[in-house]
C-alpha cells in the first residue's frame, strides 16, 4: 500500500524531481510557487506518495479559482511507470481531501502534445489511470493560441457591434445573454450543466464560476448588434498561466454572420491592451464554427485538451468550461 502524505515544507514546491529533466523540474517547482503565491493552492492541498526513500515518488495537487476554499480539480498528477496502485492511491486520497473540503466534484485535463508546465507525457497512460480512479471524459477540447509580440497587428473591432461593459450593465444582462446561449450550444459541458440545473441557473453558475478568474469589470462586454439587441458576449480574463479568452458565445438569432471571430477578436484587443503577450483559448472538438472563429482571429491549434471528472456525490459529472 502507497503511503501518501502531505507534502513537507522542504518538498514544496519541487515535489517530483526527475533526474536529467531540468526543463520538466524547473517548469514544475515555477507553476507551483504561482499557485500558492495567487491562492490557487495551499501547502496542504500539495499531497505525495512516499518513495522508498522517504522522497515523492508520486504527486497530487488540488487546485481552485484563486482564494476559494473549495477545489475543483486536481493539477501536477504524477505516478510511478506500472505502479497503478499508487496512482490509485494518490487520486483517492485527493479525492477525500476535496471532499472533505466541500467539492462534489473533482476535474483533471490532459493535453497532447505534452507541454510546459505539467509535461503529462504518455496521455493514454494517464487517461487509463484516471477511468481506474472513477474519472470520465466529459469533453474533447481543442487549444488555440496567439502571441502578441510588441507591435503586433491586431484586428479591428467589428463595426456592426456595439460593446457595453459589466461596470455598466451589471451582472444580470450577462446572466440573460448566457441562459439564451446554453439553449443551444455545441459544447459538451454546457449542454451537460444545462441539462442538470437548467438554462437559467447554469447561466448563473457559469458567470459565477469564471467570475473566480482574474478580470477587470470593464473586459467584461456583451456586443450588440445595430438592431439594439444583444448579439455576442465577451469575458476574457487572466489565469496562473496565461491570459484566455476565458468565455466567448454569439446569440443564437445572430449566428451565421461571422461574430463568432469578432467576439474572439474583442478579447484579444482586451487583453492585449492590458499587456497579454500570449493568450490562450479553448473549444469542444464538436464546436466547429467556434474553432474557426480562433483560426480566423489569427489563433493557431497547438493542443487537444480531454476533460476528466470524477464525482464526489454520485452524481453525474459536469464540470464548468472555459469558453462556449
Not at 10 to 38: F, I, K, M, S, W
Not at 160 to 184: H, S
Request: proline share 10%; glycine share 10%.
Amino acid at each position: 500500500m502507497a503511503i501518501v502524505r502531505t507534502a513537507r515544507p522542504d518538498e514544496l514546491p519541487a515535489l517530483v524531481e526527475h533526474p536529467g529533466d531540468p526543463e520538466r523540474n524547473a517548469a514544475t517547482r515555477a507553476y507551483l510557487t504561482q499557485l500558492l503565491e495567487r491562492g490557487c493552492t495551499r501547502p496542504e492541498w500539495c499531497l505525495v506518495a512516499e518513495g522508498d526513500d522517504g522522497r515523492p515518488a508520486g504527486s497530487v495537487v488540488l487546485w481552485t479559482v484563486p482564494g476559494d476554499p473549495v477545489p475543483y480539480a486536481v493539477v501536477l498528477f504524477e505516478a510511478p511507470e506500472n505502479a497503478p496502485g499508487v496512482a490509485d492511491a494518490l487520486l483517492d486520497a485527493a479525492a477525500a481531501l476535496a471532499r472533505d473540503l466541500g467539492a462534489t466534484e473533482l476535474e483533471h485535463v490532459v493535453d497532447a502534445p505534452a507541454q510546459a508546465p505539467q509535461f503529462q507525457r504518455d496521455p493514454a497512460r494517464r487517461g487509463e489511470l484516471l477511468r481506474r480512479s472513477g474519472f470520465a471524459v466529459i469533453r474533447d477540447g481543442r487549444r488555440f493560441q496567439r502571441h502578441l509580440p510588441p507591435g503586433a497587428e491586431l484586428p479591428p473591432d467589428d463595426a456592426r457591434l456595439t460593446f457595453r461593459p459589466l461596470a455598466d450593465l451589471g451582472p444580470e444582462p450577462f446572466v440573460e445573454v448566457l441562459a439564451e446561449l446554453l439553449g443551444d450550444t455545441a459544447d459538451a459541458r454546457l449542454a451537460a450543466m444545462t441539462a442538470e440545473h437548467g438554462p437559467r441557473a447554469a447561466a448563473r453558475l457559469l458567470f459565477d464560476d469564471t467570475s473566480g478568474l482574474h478580470h477587470e469589470p470593464h473586459w467584461w462586454e456583451l456586443g450588440y448588434d445595430t438592431d439594439g439587441t444583444p448579439a455576442v458576449i465577451s469575458l476574457p480574463a487572466e489565469n496562473p498561466g496565461a491570459a484566455v479568452i476565458g468565455f466567448v458565445g454569439v446569440v443564437p438569432a445572430h449566428r451565421g454572420k461571422g461574430y463568432a471571430a469578432s467576439v474572439v477578436a474583442r478579447g484579444t484587443r482586451v487583453l492585449a491592451a492590458h499587456g497579454a503577450t500570449r493568450i490562450v483559448g479553448d473549444c469542444d472538438a464538436a464546436n466547429v464554427a467556434m474553432a474557426r472563429a480562433f483560426e480566423r482571429a489569427g489563433y493557431t491549434r497547438f493542443a487537444e485538451r480531454t476533460e476528466y471528472a470524477r464525482p464526489l456525490t454520485g452524481r453525474p459529472p459536469q464540470g464548468v468550461p472555459t469558453n462556449g
